[in-house]
């Protein structure tokens, strides 16, 4: 174009500014050769359309001239976004305030933040009210389920319209009261088709299929919009063949229609018949692209998640995390890395994804270096690193994420203290676990399932079985990891019977036990020597419960026969077991042998262990150990020396102290250790007096 007016300015500004090209908007702005109050407004609007309030607040100080349009724009921007009180500011500085669009624009933003008073003040020194000003008020109270207030102002509204109406139908539905939004449903006096699908969708969402299908076959007249509502609600019911006749039904289909069947066949793990949806589709749009791709991640279907994404022109922010998801549930973190690297516009989604990727990949230093490359961190943030770090045993690490994300003023969540909670009870720190117990009661998290089970764990690990206990009597509605914690508990801390009591009180109360629970009482029969209880619970398991035994159970079954001295049932039940991962019932067994110096079946168990264990350096010690109580030196030597050649490689040794309030941690060897050599001389003091002592 060789000749540019204003308008034609302010024509390209807009069009950048809906493109998110704001930097490009903000060069041609600064270039114009003469700028109006339309020039000012529609750069104000474009970073208000592209969530960037400062940019639009600076714009707005610098503005010599100002009309009502750019008074009522930022005064909305700041409302939408939740900064009442600099949104009151501004208002309070409007010249004249005779715009009912400004007056509307506070009293839907007091409204929606359920700020009602304030909003009611506003709404009476209106000086002129129009019925969007009626109904803005009205919305806050129905977005905010308050239906008795809504039910108030709505009879005392003097005219009415069919948005009033919908309002009220909508918050009785997303209240689940459908009697009340049928009543009113019925006394619209010309209900539209917003009515028709909110009543509709309302059916759907409480489970009256056939009476949502009823009213649908009622419709006076059906849009696409209504017949989206009815494929979307049969699919969340289950009903995919229902929804898939209706599609071929529809008279005609937009790219909704295609994505909700498309991704109906997703969820029930019909992937072919998704994907030749997809191929059908006729505009395929980036929402059903990303819904197969999803299908093929949960599938494992990974390869064929990355063709399909790789076939896609132009990627949107889910699109971008969902497959980077794929490749870390997968453990494929070089290729999400590549994709994490290749995204212009990174969220909290794909940052946080990226950690929790690599901390299952036990790539912990990656992960914090994401982590501390993140410039915005939220709660989940923190919440994927101290998980990473309880997953990849760094309990140490775990507890000081979460005293440094304290003190940086973040508040943990149930999540948050569930992990800090596990990582003390690893540890035994129950010193540190009771200071967590009081913040997670100043918290208000006392009442969390989450944070009750964890806290029952941590107590039973440290030892104090009896706030354990009292823990599980205060939760409100202990689920059955509630039951399984305690009665783990109970068996950690060698109290048999009282485990076994609480397993028969769990069934009483009609609580249905799974595998872990089993592998408690098991553990707590095995440890107080109840064989007839033991051999009846693991019976019970299989034949009342349908529950396959894991190693786990198999294990505890070795080591009840074995702690008994029955070591041949004890070898039987070890020969028999239907598992693949066998080492913990052969080290029961191995374990056992050496207590009742049981030689002949030590070796055959020490034997299998080395099928299943050879790099563990522990399995050698304790065969070497057996022979050599027995005075059986050379093959208590022949042991230790099989070490060397198995490529076993012996872990460090290490202890820790908890101490004032802080863990302190000791590693043989190293001499990185703070106050070394005070250590090394108060140990050789002790020594020496030991050794004085024994001579006396």
């Known amino acids: ?60 100080e610098r503005m010599r001239k100002r009309n009502r349009h750019t008074w ?5 921007c700041f409302m939408r976004s939740g900064q009442l009180e600099r949104a009151r500011k501004l208002f309070d500085l409007v010249p004249h305030k005779q715009d009912v669009v400004l007056w509307n624009a506070m009293i839907a933003g007091y409204a929606k933040k359920g700020k009602f008073e304030e909003a009611k003040l506003l709404f009476n020194e209106m000086p002129v009210k129009n019925l969007v000003s009626w109904n803005s008020m009205l919305a806050g109270y129905t977005k905010n389920q308050e239906m008795r207030l809504a039910l108030q102002f709505f009879d005392e509204m003097v005219d009415r319209d069919i948005v009033s109406w919908n309002l009220m139908l909508d918050g009785f539905v997303q209240l689940g009261d ?36 009823g009213l649908f076959d009622k419709m006076p007249s059906r849009n696409t919009i209504s017949w989206n509502a009815m494929i979307a609600g049969y699919i969340n019911n289950g009903q995919m063949d229902e929804a898939m006749s209706l599609f071929m039904e529809m008279p005609e289909r937009d790219s909704v229609s295609w994505t909700t069947v498309i991704n109906g066949y997703v969820r ?40 399909l994404f790789h076939q896609i022109e132009t990627h949107d922010l889910v699109c971008w995390n969902t497959m980077i998801a794929g490749y870390a549930q997968a453990g494929r973190m070089h290729e999400a890395l590549d994709l994490f690297n290749q995204m212009s516009k990174k969220d909290a ?18 992960a914090v270096a994401i982590f501390m490359e993140m410039k915005e961190k939220n709660i989940v943030s923190w919440n994927s690193l101290i998980t990473g770090f309880l997953q990849n045993d760094l309990y140490f690490d775990a507890l000081k994420s979460f005293v440094c994300m304290c003190k940086m003023g973040i508040k943990p969540d149930h999540s948050t203290f569930a992990c800090g909670l596990s990582a003390g009870a690893h540890l035994a720190a129950v010193q540190m676990g009771k200071q967590l117990h009081q913040l997670v009661i100043k918290s208000g998290y006392v009442g969390d399932v989450l944070v009750c089970n ?55 109360e009609g609580v249905t036990p799974d595998e872990v629970t089993f592998i408690g009482v098991l553990s707590a029969c095995s440890h107080g020597g109840l064989i007839d209880q033991g051999t009846k619970y693991f019976r019970k398991m299989m034949e009342l419960f349908a529950i396959k035994p894991l190693a786990e159970h198999y294990s505890c079954m070795v080591d009840l026969f074995s702690r008994a001295g029955k070591f041949e049932e004890a070898f039987q039940i070890a020969c028999d077991a239907k598992t693949k991962e066998n080492a913990g019932l052969w080290g029961a067994l191995l374990g056992a042998c050496r207590k009742h110096q049981n030689l002949r079946l030590a ?23 057996i022979n050599a109580e027995v005075g059986n030196w050379d093959e208590a030597e022949k042991a230790r020396i099989s070490i060397m050649g198995s490529g076993a490689e012996k872990q460090a040794g290490c202890s820790w102290i908890e101490l004032e309030n802080q863990v302190h941690i000791f590693l043989s060897n190293d001499q990185a250790l703070p106050k070394l050599q005070e250590i090394y001389t108060t140990l050789s003091s002790l020594a020496a007096k030991t050794s004085v002592t024994c001579v006396a």
């Open 72 to 76: 009522t724009l930022v005064i909305t």
């Open 603 to 625: 070796k055959l168990a020490a034997e299998k262990l080395s099928e299943f264990e050879s790099d563990k350096t522990s399995n050698y010690v304790l065969t070497s150990n």
């Open 268 to 307: 029930i793990g019909n992937l072919d018949k998704a994907r030749n949806l997809l191929e059908e589709m006729p505009s395929k749009n980036i929402a059903a692209q990303t819904a197969m791709i999803h299908g093929y991640v949960e599938s494992q279907r990974i390869d064929e998640a990355g063709q």
């Open 454 to 508: 964890s806290l029952i764990a941590m107590y039973s690990k440290c030892g104090h079985i009896m706030f354990a206990q009292l823990v599980f009597e205060s939760t409100d509605n202990p689920d059955v990891i509630s039951w399984n914690s305690l009665i783990t508990g109970y068996a950690w801390n060698g109290h048999g019977n009282e485990a076994v009591a609480l397993f028969e009180q769990m069934l009483l």
């Open 1 to 60: 174009m060789t000749q540019k007016n204003t308008v034609t300015y302010n024509s390209m500004i807009s069009v950048y500014a809906k493109n998110g090209r704001m930097h490009d908007a903000q060069k041609l702005f600064d270039g114009m050769p003469q700028r109006n109050l339309v020039s000012w407004n529609t750069m104000i609007a474009g970073y208000l359309h592209n969530d960037q309030t400062e940019e639009a607040y600076r714009l707005f």
């Open 178 to 213: 459908m009697d009340s939004a049928w009543d009113f449903f019925i006394r619209i006096p010309d209900p539209n088709v917003v009515s028709w699908v909110t009543i509709l969708c309302g059916l759907m969402q409480n489970g009256r299929v056939l009476e949502a299908r």
């Open 349 to 366: 989604v794909t940052w946080n994804t990226m950690i929790a990727g690599y901390a299952q990949a036990r790539q912990m230093e990656s």
